[in-house]
């Protein structure tokens, strides 16, 4: 969860605009929760833009107008039917808390072969693999130019790149750096959680060497 402070506001043609005070993380479709601003701005809304330049309204086409003589970083823009509040200071705060839930515990299961009793430590553990592999998952996509939604899966390729790097963390509970726990007296093979098939699946980009 992040949460920003908002510096200025205003309200044309039934979209209000915030302009915050350092750059986010939102992207467009995002749900975010506008606090302590006024009664017009407060609430839950889900962002259909991010302007860089002043908002001028809409056309009679329905098309976002803005004016490109006057750059405005940091704004985020959302629909609220209210009447038109010309952009003043302001004070609040917009906070973005994604959760993704592309996989849920029982697909990860049938992605290992096993069966995991609830309640049971096993179990926490693997519900925070989940949880932490589809937050990770989402965030890498999305730090790569994707604008994906929270709640379903971009297709099969990022579901299973998901169940396997989801897979691979609750695998590695017990182990040490780079190494699977094991007593075997062979040794243990290393551990990889994002595999480049992972990141194939996901559509990330390789990281970038020398």
């Given at each position: 969860m992040a949460t920003y402070t908002v510096t200025n506001k205003y309200l044309i043609?039934?979209?209000?605009?915030?302009?915050?005070?350092t750059p986010s993380e939102i992207a467009v479709g995002s749900s975010i929760v506008v606090a302590s601003v006024d009664a017009t701005f407060?609430?839950?809304?889900?962002?259909?833009?991010?302007?860089?330049?002043?908002?001028?309204?809409?056309?009679?086409?329905?098309?976002?107008?803005?004016?490109?003589?006057?750059?405005?970083a940091d704004q985020v823009l959302y629909a609220k039917t209210a009447s038109d509040v010309e952009r003043v200071a302001a004070s609040?705060?917009?906070?973005?808390?994604?959760?993704?839930?592309?996989?849920?515990?029982?697909q990860v299961m049938s992605y290992l072969g096993i069966t995991i009793s609830d309640p049971s430590d096993d179990y926490t553990l693997l519900t925070?693999?989940?949880?932490?592999g589809n937050q990770f998952c989402y965030r890498?996509?999305?730090?790569?130019?994707?604008?994906?939604?929270?709640?379903?899966?971009?297709?099969?390729?990022?579901?299973?790149g998901t169940l396997m790097y989801c897979a691979a963390l609750w695998r590695s509970r017990g182990s040490i750096e780079a190494t699977?726990?094991?007593f075997d007296g062979?040794?243990?093979?290393?551990?990889q959680s994002l595999t480049p098939i992972v990141k194939?699946?996901?559509?990330?980009?390789r990281p970038a060497v020398a």
């Open positions: 043609d039934n979209f209000a605009v915030l302009q915050l005070l407060n609430g839950s809304y889900v962002v259909r833009a991010l302007p860089q330049y002043l908002f001028l309204g809409v056309d009679t086409e329905g098309d976002l107008l803005y004016d490109y003589n006057i750059p405005i609040g705060t917009v906070t973005y808390a994604p959760v993704c839930t592309w996989v849920t515990a029982a925070q693999s989940v949880s932490a890498r996509r999305q730090e790569s130019g994707y604008i994906d939604s929270l709640t379903t899966s971009p297709g099969g390729d990022a579901t299973l699977y726990a094991t062979m040794g243990s093979a290393p551990q194939q699946l996901l559509g990330i980009p």
